[in-house]
């Protein structure tokens, strides 16, 4: 499954002993903060899980319909 997390600014999730149960999935940690609706559609186009770890990203419809592959948040 292609998963991302967003706005993981201090790079920390990788070193969380719950983060080996992504193992065999394709993860994508972004650590910077989007908000443009296009550049968070171009980077979350093949996004399958989006985990948000934060509360700085908003998630709204215009972005949802843009990510026909999300299946999970």
Not at 23 to 49: F, K, M, P, S, Y
Not at 57 to 64: A, E, N, V, W
Request: glycine content about 2%; some cysteine; aromatic content about 6%.
């Amino acid at each position: 499954m292609k998963v991302s997390i967003l706005d993981d600014y201090f790079d920390t999730l990788r070193t969380l002993k719950c983060f080996g149960k992504l193992a065999g999935h394709d993860v994508t940690i972004w650590n910077d903060h989007v908000q443009d609706v296009d550049t968070l559609a171009q980077r979350l186009r093949d996004t399958e899980a989006l985990v948000l770890i934060r509360e700085r990203t908003q998630i709204r419809t215009p972005l949802l319909e843009r990510l026909p592959k999300l299946r999970l948040i």
